[in-house]
C-alpha cells in the first residue's frame, strides 16, 4: 500500500537512492552555519599564529586572540551539533509524513469501500439514500485527508532535500535504529559542560578582559579616575557574569527536562504500539476464524498505523531533544558516530 501512494512522488525522486540516518546526519559539517564557524575558527587561528609571532603586540592582543580561538572552537561545535538537530528533525519528518501518507490513502480505501457497501445495502433495501451520501462524504473527507498528507510528504521531502543538497526518494528511507539514540547524560554533566557554552565564554572572556585592564593600570601613568573607573567595569562584568551562570545553568536544567520527558514519552509510544500490534494479531485471528468482516479488520489496522506513525514522532523527538540538549549545554553524546568525531 505505501509502495503504491508513494510512486506518486517517483517522477520528484527518480535519480533519487537510497538514504539511512546515519548518512544524513553525516552531512552536519557541509550546513551553511557549521561552514561559517568553520571558517570563523581558521581565520581566529591565524590571527593567533600572526599576533603570537609579533614582537610588539601587547598582552591585550595576545589575549584577545586567544580568546578569539577559543570561542570559535566553541561555536563550531555548537553549530555542527545544532546541524545535526536540524537534519535529524528533517529526516523524522519525512519517516512520519511518509506513514501518515500510507495511512491517509487507507483511510481513503476504507471509505470507498464504505461507499460501495452503501450502494449495495441500498440495492437490497438495508440501507437509505441518506446512508449512501453519508458514505460519499466519508469519502471525499478521507480524498481531501490523502491529498493533503500527501502535500506535507513533498514539503518534508523537499525540506530534507534543501538541507542534504541531494535528491532523496521517501520510500527508501531507514527508520532510525533506536540503538542509535544516545543516553541521556546525567544533570550534574550537563550543569558542568554548560559553563563552556559560547553565551558564557564571552561573559567570562568580558571578565578576563576587565581584570587584565585593572591589572595593568599603575598609579604611575594612570589617573585615579581611570583606575576606578576600570574597577567600576571589572566589577559590574562580574555581577553580570554571574547572572549569565545562572541564566545558562537554569536554561540547562529545562532542556535536560525537555529531554527527559521526551526519552518518558518515547517509552510510553513503545508500549502503545506493542499494545496494538496485539491487538492486530488477535483481531486477524479472529477474521480468520469468521468472526469479523474483512472491513472491520482493516478498520483495526488503521489504528495500528496510528500507533505506528505516533512511535515514529515519538523516536524523532526524542532524538531531537537530546540534540538540542547538547548543542545548548555542549554536553558531550554517545550514540551517533558524528557526534563521538565533532564533540
Not at 535528491?167 to 558542568?192: F, G, K, N
Not at 496485539?278 to 498505523?305: K, W, Y
Amino acid at each position: 500500500m505505501k509502495k503504491t501512494i508513494l510512486t506518486l512522488l517517483a517522477g520528484l525522486a527518480a535519480f533519487a537512492s537510497a538514504l539511512t540516518f546515519e548518512e544524513a546526519v553525516t552531512a552536519a559539517p557541509g550546513r551553511p552555519d557549521a561552514i561559517s564557524a568553520q571558517l570563523t575558527l581558521l581565520n581566529a587561528e591565524s590571527t593567533l599564529l600572526r599576533t603570537e609571532a609579533d614582537p610588539l603586540a601587547l598582552r591585550l592582543d595576545r589575549l584577545q586572540a586567544r580568546q578569539a580561538v577559543e570561542l570559535a572552537e566553541v561555536e563550531l561545535q555548537q553549530a555542527r551539533v545544532t546541524a545535526v538537530a536540524d537534519l535529524a528533525n528533517a529526516y523524522g519528518g519525512v519517516l512520519v509524513a511518509r506513514e501518515q501518507v500510507a495511512l491517509a490513502e487507507a483511510g481513503r480505501e476504507l471509505a470507498q469501500s464504505g461507499l460501495d457497501i452503501a450502494h449495495i445495502r441500498l440495492a437490497n433495501g438495508s440501507a437509505t439514500e441518506l446512508d449512501v451520501r453519508d458514505a460519499q462524504v466519508a469519502l471525499d473527507e478521507a480524498t481531501a485527508a490523502a491529498a493533503t498528507a500527501a502535500s506535507g510528504l513533498q514539503l518534508a521531502v523537499t525540506n530534507l532535500e534543501g538541507m542534504l543538497g541531494r535528491e532523496v526518494d521517501p520510500e527508501t528511507l531507514s527508520p532510525i535504529d533506536e540503538t542509535l539514540l544516545p543516553p541521556l547524560p546525567p544533570l550534574q554533566s550537563v550543569l558542568q559542560t554548560t559553563l563552556r557554552v559560547p553565551q558564557l565564554l564571552q561573559v567570562e572572556h568580558g571578565l578576563e578582559l576587565a581584570t587584565a585592564g585593572v591589572e595593568m593600570l599603575d598609579p604611575s601613568y594612570a589617573s585615579a579616575a581611570q583606575i576606578e573607573e576600570a574597577r567600576t567595569q571589572l566589577e559590574t562584568t562580574s555581577q553580570l557574569a554571574g547572572e549569565a551562570r545562572r541564566g545558562l545553568l537554569l536554561q540547562a536544567r529545562n532542556l535536560h527536562l525537555m529531554a527527559e520527558n521526551a526519552l518518558a514519552q518515547l517509552q510510553v509510544e513503545q508500549e502503545a504500539y506493542a499494545n496494538a500490534a496485539e491487538r492486530h494479531e488477535f483481531e486477524r485471528q479472529r477474521l480468520d476464524s469468521g468472526l469479523i468482516s474483512e472491513l472491520a479488520f482493516r478498520q483495526a489496522g488503521l489504528q495500528l498505523q496510528q500507533a505506528e506513525i505516533a512511535l515514529l514522532q515519538a523516536q524523532t523527538d526524542a532524538m531531537v531533544a537530546l540534540l538540542e540538549l547538547s548543542a545548548g549545554t555542549l554536553v558531550p553524546l554517545d550514540g551517533l558516530p558524528i557526534l563521538r568525531g565533532e564533540q
